[in-house]
Nanobody, 120 residues
Framework: QVQLVESGGGLVQIGGSLRLSCVAS??????YAWFRQAPGKEREFVAG????????YYANSVEGRFTISRDNAKNTISLQMNSLRSEDTAVYFC???????????????WGQGTQVTVSS
């Protein structure tokens, strides 16, 4: 089993930036990702990273604005979010999966989530 603890959420203005962090402990997975869920909507894939090749992949809606990375020494998965829009407002979840996927049903472990609110 793996424990995932997110941090870094908050309130930011449109066009601003935030950096989310997820500290993983316990079992090591080859694939980690960030998902998000807005009120009244389904949880959706945001960005993923595959270890050890560090291959990254993104949802079209965040491509070019968000960057996912992993610090192996600190066992931390980060999501740098730039040029934030109101539609990025959601609870963001860190996820660990046995293989790369954009599907939430492939995820084996979820973090508790961190709120990101983008407003004018």
């Amino acid at each position: 089993q793996v424990q995932l603890v997110e941090s870094g959420g908050g309130l930011v203005q449109i066009g601003g930036s935030l950096r989310l962090s997820c500290v993983a402990s316990g079992r090591t997975f080859s694939s980690y990702a960030w998902f998000r869920q807005a009120p009244g909507k389904e949880r959706e894939f945001v960005a993923g990273i595959v270890w050890p090749l560090m291959h990254t992949y993104y949802a079209n809606s965040v491509e070019g604005r968000f960057t996912i990375s992993r610090d192996n020494a600190k066992n931390t998965i980060s999501l740098q979010m730039n040029s934030l829009r109101s539609e990025d407002t959601a609870v963001y979840f860190c996820a660990a999966s046995p293989r790369p996927s954009r599907r939430a049903d492939v995820v084996e472990s979820w973090g508790q989530g961190t709120q990101v609110t983008v407003s004018s």
